[in-house]
């Protein structure tokens, strides 16, 4: 018997599909199988234009078939766009090869007062649709305010930072992370009883549930997504790179720093 259960989890809707999904999809499983990963596989996948409902029906199929961990990735995603030519960027990593273990290590770790860490949510970041390609990542500025990372801001990051909410195109749940939620996992939430203006998405609402309930959000910066729109949302300030560059250590886990933005960033909540 496999010592992991992953339910690699792919919510279909009405979205662009990515041309690199299906050849990403499987390297990763012919990478896991000559590592000879002690790792079983449930491959799902959900039809429906109501994105909430999707991730709701994975995750609750996930938890009858008894998997240890989801591996949620939208069908737009590029994903490891940067690692490979003629994108490559020296300073990407592979998603699963730099989320995975720190998942793992997650849950064994203790913190300052020796109580473990627990269960975590790993994601990569990505860009909205255009014109104006919003970063899919979201911290509290001086105010504790909800606000989006500016684009300046995102761009200087590497490794591994402490954040509060991120979109879910990319993302590594270890599954008892669900124990400490109610259902349903994943819903929007709105300004008033009408339901008639948007305050929170499904996957903000997701992650700021999981602060409340004492689990972390972490966004890794060398795993940048490109997201399949009309045109491909690239990450903040990307080009090609001439020369290769200073290597930059990347924060030590688990004491990853906490990413603040001490002015408004893109947009304020609150």
Not at 224 to 252: L, R, S
Request: net charge neutral; hydrophobic share 40%.
């Amino acid at each position: 018997m496999p010592q992991y259960k992953i339910c690699v989890a792919r919510p279909h809707g009405t979205k662009l599909n990515c041309p690199e999904i299906g050849s990403w999809l499987g390297r990763w499983t012919a990478h896991l199988a000559m590592q000879r990963a002690p790792i079983g596989l449930e491959m799902l996948e959900v039809s429906n234009p109501r994105i909430a409902m999707m991730r709701n029906s994975l995750i609750e199929t996930a938890i009858k078939k008894e998997c240890s961990h989801v591996l949620m990735f939208d069908p737009d995603m590029a994903i490891d766009r940067y690692c490979n030519p003629p994108n490559r960027d020296p300073n990407a990593k592979p998603f699963w090869d730099v989320a995975w273990p720190f998942v793992l290590n997650h849950t064994t770790l203790l913190d300052q007062n020796q109580k473990p860490l627990g269960p975590c949510v790993a994601a990569a970041p990505y860009c909205g649709a255009p014109p104006h390609y919003p970063v899919h990542v979201f911290v509290g500025n001086q105010k504790n305010n909800l606000v989006r990372v500016d684009h300046k801001t995102a761009a200087q990051q590497r490794g591994w930072t402490q954040i509060r909410a991120v979109g879910t195109g990319l993302m590594l749940i270890d599954m008892a992370v669900f124990d400490k939620l109610d259902r349903p996992f994943f819903r929007d939430t709105f300004t008033d009883h009408t339901a008639q203006s948007l305050l929170h998405s499904q996957d903000v609402n997701f992650c700021l549930r999981c602060e409340t309930a004492g689990v972390p959000i972490y966004v890794n910066w060398d795993c940048w997504c490109g997201h399949w729109q009309m045109a491909v949302a690239e990450k903040p300030g990307w080009m090609p790179p001439k020369t290769e560059p200073d290597e930059i250590p990347v924060a030590a886990h688990p004491e990853v720093p906490k990413l603040q933005i001490w002015g408004q960033g893109d947009k304020s909540w609150g």
